[in-house]
T-cell receptor, first 116, second 112 residues
Framework: EAQVTQNPRYLITVTGKKLTVTCSQN?????MSWYRQDPGLGLRQIYY???????DKGDVPEGYKVSRKEKRNFPLILESPSPNQTSLYFC???????????????FGAGSRLTVL | AQSVTQLGSHVSVSEGALVLLRCNYS??????LFWYVQYPNQGLQLLLK??????LVKGINGFEAEFKKSETSFHLTKPSAHMSDAAEYFC??????????FGTGTRLKVLA
């Protein structure tokens, strides 16, 4: 089954304790992205990656890091989490090879992070 | 710069009634527009997309949306609401090769 898998689904941590949220896709997609979802703000893009070793900042990259060493994986790293990073996080992927340009995003199930 | 605005963060309809969720866009180029649905505790799923092939776009679960350039709108409709339609709906526009802008979402409640 084609899917994007995120782990963990739920996490409670404390301020300053480094954590990584993993994201893996099995569709051989070139494009991957991280979003955070907050009430009243919708989804905001954190980072995205166009292919292996190619990443760029989205709209809210502060406090986050990413890497893309393999095509299927795109982990989100919070080096020193703070309470304002409490949010619902989504990883998404898409093929780059769509003629129409209307690339459809496939989303993971989400990771709910609470930073105390 | 591209953007989308969803009017109404919460919409309630009776079961069997018309569903209308509003989305207006801003784009300096012909837009690629999407509607996604998010069921509780799940990720977003594509409902439908507009790629300029046809102004009336049909999606899954009986939903459709009409692209109106003169009104810069891409409203989502369904003739008859079902209890299973209760979810949050997001309008989105492709804002660049690798960038998508999402609206703030509309939570649909279906009343029995």
């Amino acid at each position: 089954e084609a899917q994007v898998t995120q782990n963990p689904r739920y996490l409670i941590t404390v301020t300053g304790k480094k954590l990584t949220v993993t994201c893996s896709q099995n569709m051989n997609h070139e494009y991957m992205s991280w979003y955070r979802q907050d009430p009243g703000l919708g989804l905001r893009q954190i980072y995205y990656s166009m292919n292996v070793e190619v990443t760029d900042k989205g709209d809210v990259p502060e406090g986050y890091k990413v890497s893309r060493k393999e095509k299927r994986n795109f982990p989100l790293i919070l080096e020193s989490p703070s309470p304002n990073q409490t949010s619902l996080y989504f990883c998404a992927s898409s093929s780059d090879r769509v003629v129409t340009g209307a690339n459809v995003l496939t989303f993971g199930a989400g990771s709910r992070l609470t930073v105390l | 710069a591209q953007s989308v605005t969803q009017l109404g963060s919460h919409v309630s309809v009776s079961e069997g009634a018309l569903v209308l969720l509003r989305c207006n866009y801003s784009s300096s180029v012909p837009p690629y527009l999407f509607w996604y649905v998010q069921y509780p505790n799940q990720g977003l799923q594509l409902l439908l997309k507009y790629t300029s092939a046809a102004t009336l776009v049909k999606g899954i679960n009986g939903f459709e949306a009409e692209f109106k350039k003169s009104e810069t709108s891409f409203h989502l409709t369904k003739p008859s609401a079902h209890m299973s339609d209760a979810a949050e709906y997001f309008c989105a526009v492709r804002a660049g090769t690798y960038k998508y802008i999402f609206g703030t979402g509309t939570r649909l409640k279906v009343l029995a």
